[in-house]
């Protein structure tokens, strides 16, 4: 069925335009792969990494509109931009409404090509003061928040909710509606409630109506439990979403986005990376950070993220035991080229 999919795709170029998915005037490709914003992941190094693996658009970490008006060093922080991660959005979160305001003017002078507004995140620290999923209870609100952002950017707005606050509450589709009409450009769907948070399976038959809903013409994109290039095809066929945003399935693993782009022009499955190339990779990100946040504190952060990189490797808990206490710069890279020396001569299959 795939391939029959793939041989009969249009082939002509008026087809491909017709095809083609955009946010405004921002050309995505026909079905575009996006990096979900994600906390102490989806930074500048992180974003380099997927945006090499194929990733079609990116989304800082959520930040505080409350911290950008006050000029917090880390909300400022999360605005830096780089030229080769473009397209890409910045991602804020509040619930005052001259906050957002404040906060859509300054974001905008950090040019990104897109403004992207969070009403699904579901930690409690969030949701207690009534933003990100915590303003599902009220869609009064999100509504007359969302279009106080529309009216104060020249940005595109786009916005990142969640399914409803729990089963008894799922508004979506009046949600995506409501939206679109004050403004925004693009919606993208994380299919499940707060009440879920990340438990349970997602439930994508909501984005599917809101997708099939005759009345909504913004692009649609799904999120939530994609974590191989099979169940990509399978959901993108099954639900006739406009493209697929990725979060925990990249995290410590950038390559999902090349495998499913891979998977979905031929057919086939890529091998996993090898040792080479994952450690590469870190080595990548590692040198980043640091470059970005300065070494000692480039050296910290990087240490969420070992384990994620070599998830499965016999023998990996030595390593990260080094990794995650060692401070100098030089000796973590030395650490790095000893796993490289040790794995490479272990069978990829052995090793994932």
Not at 114 to 142: E, F, H, S, T, W
Not at 171 to 182: G, M, P, T
């Amino acid at each position: 069925m795939l391939r029959g999919w793939i041989a009969n795709k249009g082939n002509t170029s008026a087809e491909r335009a017709r095809d083609m998915v955009k946010i405004e005037n921002i050309e995505l490709g026909e079905f575009p792969l996006l990096l979900a914003p994600m906390e102490d992941v989806s930074d500048p190094p992180f974003r380099a990494l997927c945006k090499k693996q194929g990733a079609d658009m990116m989304y800082t970490e959520f930040i505080s509109v409350e911290g950008l008006i006050r000029d917090a060093t880390k909300s400022l922080q999360k605005l830096d931009i780089y030229d080769e991660e473009r397209p890409i959005g910045v991602q804020i979160f509040g619930a005052e409404l001259d906050s957002m305001m404040r906060a859509a003017e300054i974001v905008e002078a950090a040019n990104p090509e897109v403004l992207d507004i969070n009403y699904g995140c579901p930690v409690q620290k969030v949701v207690c003061k009534m933003a990100g999923a915590g303003i599902l209870r009220d869609v009064k609100k999100m509504v007359e928040l969302t279009q106080a952002v529309v009216k104060s950017t020249n940005l595109p707005v786009t916005v990142k909710t969640r399914l409803g606050w729990d089963h008894n509450t799922i508004f979506i589709e009046e949600v995506a509606e409501r939206l679109q009409d004050i403004g925004i450009k693009a919606l993208s769907i994380h299919a499940r409630t707060r009440v879920q948070m990340y438990k349970g399976e997602s439930d994508w038959s909501w984005i599917s109506k809101v997708k099939n809903n005759p009345r909504i013409h913004i692009p649609i994109f799904g999120n939530g439990d994609i974590d191989t290039p099979q169940k990509a095809v399978e959901y993108r066929e099954r639900y006739a979403v406009d493209g697929i945003m990725i979060g925990r399935a990249s995290i410590g693993y950038p390559w999902i986005f090349r495998e499913i782009k891979h998977y979905m022009a031929t057919g086939e499955l890529l091998p996993p990376p090898d040792i080479h190339e994952r450690v590469d990779a870190v080595r990548q990100h590692l040198q980043h950070s640091i470059d970005w946040k300065g070494a000692k504190l480039g050296v910290v952060e990087m240490r969420r993220h070992y384990t994620n990189y070599f998830r499965g490797f016999p023998g990996i808990k030595e390593f990260r035991s080094q990794l995650v206490t060692e401070e100098n710069p030089a000796i973590l890279f030395e650490i790095l080229d000893r796993m490289e020396d040790v794995y490479s001569a272990i069978e990829v299959s052995e090793l994932v």
